[in-house]
C-alpha cells in the first residue's frame, strides 16, 4: 500500500495501476479499494494536512484512483448497489476544486453519488425530493454559503424531510463549532474524513 501511495503522490500513473492491477490478482474489487486505495487516500490527505504535499497532488490522485475504480467497479456494477443515496452540491460558492476532489475521493473509494455542481436551496431541495437523497455532502467556500445551509436544513424540516448532512470548506476550518449552528449532522476537514463518516453512516442506515 506505500508504494501504491508512492506512486500516487509521484504522479505516476503506469506504476499506479502496475500495483492496482497486482492487489486486483488476489483480492475482490471491494477489497482492494477498502484495503489498499482508502487507506492510501487517507494517508495522502492526512500527509497534505500535515504540510507534506500539494493539494494537487491529493487532487490527482483522487483522479487516477477515481479512474482505476471505476474501470473495475463500474456505476452499474452490483457491489454499488447497496449504499445509501447520495449526492455532492456546491452551495451558492462557485469555487469547485474542494467539492472535486471529494467527489473524485468518495468514487475512488467505491461510493456511486450524484454531483450537482452549484445549486441555491430552493433548487437543492427540489432535487432531494426527486432523488430521494439520503446523505448529502455540501462544500462551501465563503461564510454567507456556509450560513446557507440553516436555510437548507430548516427548508428540509418543514418538508419532513430526514437527511444527513455532511460539510466541509473553509468556514468549518475558522470556527469549529460552526457546522453544529447551521444544521449539519458532521464536518470534514478533508476527503479522506468524508470517506470515514459516510462509511459510518452507511453502516448505521444498512
Keep these: 500500500m506505500q508504494n501504491f501511495r508512492k506512486a500516487l503522490e509521484s ?5 499506479a495501476e502496475t500495483l492496482f492491477q497486482q492487489a486486483l490478482t488476489g483480492d475482490s474489487v471491494i477489497e482492494v479499494v477498502e484495503r489498499f486505495v482508502v ?3 487517507e494517508q495522502i490527505g492526512q500527509r497534505w494536512n500535515d504540510g507534506h504535499i500539494a493539494l494537487s497532488q491529493v487532487y490527482m490522485s483522487g483522479k487516477f484512483c477515481e479512474e482505476l475504480v471505476d474501470r473495475a467497479l463500474p456505476p452499474c456494477a452490483p457491489e454499488r448497489k447497496h449504499q445509501p443515496r447520495q449526492a455532492i452540491v456546491v ?11 471529494v467527489y473524485s475521493v ?36 465563503m461564510l454567507p454559503s456556509a450560513l446557507k445551509i440553516r436555510e437548507l436544513r430548516d427548508a428540509l424540516d418543514a418538508r419532513g ?28 476537514l478533508s476527503a479522506a474524513d468524508a470517506v470515514v463518516i459516510v462509511q459510518r453512516w452507511a453502516g448505521d442506515m444498512a
Design 91 to 101: 452551495l451558492n460558492d462557485y469555487h469547485m476544486l474542494g467539492k472535486r476532489i
Design 39 to 41: 487507506p492510501a487516500l
Design 106 to 141: 468518495m468514487r475512488a473509494s467505491g461510493f456511486e453519488l450524484f454531483d450537482y455542481g452549484r445549486m441555491d436551496v430552493g433548487e437543492l431541495v427540489e432535487r432531494i425530493v426527486v432523488d430521494k437523497l439520503e446523505i448529502l455532502l455540501v462544500s462551501v467556500l
Design 11 to 15: 504522479l505516476d500513473r503506469i506504476q
Design 161 to 188: 424531510i430526514a437527511l444527513k448532512i455532511l460539510v466541509g470548506g473553509a468556514p468549518f476550518q475558522f470556527d469549529p463549532q460552526l457546522w453544529q449552528e447551521v444544521g449539519a449532522d458532521a464536518m470534514g
